[in-house]
């Protein structure tokens, strides 16, 4: 945990120093080992290295896990200035970005949501599976019903594109929402075309 922790430091220290950077994102992993710090840990140590820093920092939140607005309810508290989220797809990410959004006690923080632009059910499915909880996406509603749009034998490139369009703009709907981060998996034209 010391060389983690260590190497953080060291490693903020760089992208502050030598490259300029003014934000640090802070990412967890799907998996631990025994020398792996925490998101909150990381967080807490930068504070503690860096007291009169100069830098934002922003976490990540997976509105799909229902248990990990508590994870961020500590981030947020330990100081992180915004966040990034995984892409919405459950109905238990899109409940819990909407009592986000309207709770004004978090105005202030910066809240970047994800959308994913998957090709096929193939990689919808792949973006299930980086979930906290990738199982919960098969007994859900909303992701249900997306994977079914996804296997209908209409669909297209065009059908594709509306749905990512969709996701998009019931996002940018919120009015408290910062902003949206596209991820594309290696599917350019839909990021372009969403682009446009």
Known sequence: QHESS???????RERLE???????????????????????????????????????????????FH????????????GVAGIITQPPLTSVAWHQLTEYCSDSTLEGIDLIAGV???KSTRQLQFWSSLLKDPNSAANDKVFRNTLKYFNDPAFDTDARQMWAMEQRDRLLSYDSLGGVHFMPLGNAADLLHLLR
């Not at 003014?22 to 140590?45: H, K, P, W, Y």
């Not at 290295?49 to 934002?56: M, S, V």
Request: aromatic share 8%.
């Open 18 to 64: 030598v490259y300029g950077a003014d934000t640090l994102l802070i990412v967890g992993g799907n998996t631990m080992s025994d020398s792996s710090i925490t998101t909150l840990q990381a967080i807490n140590q930068l504070q503690d290295a860096f007291p009169d820093n100069d830098f934002t920092l922003f976490c990540t939140w997976d509105p799909n």
């Open 6 to 12: 260590a190497s953080i430091i060291k490693a903020a």
């Open 116 to 118: 994913a632009l998957p």
């Open 67 to 78: 248990k990990d607005i508590e994870d961020l309810v500590k981030k947020i508290d330990a």
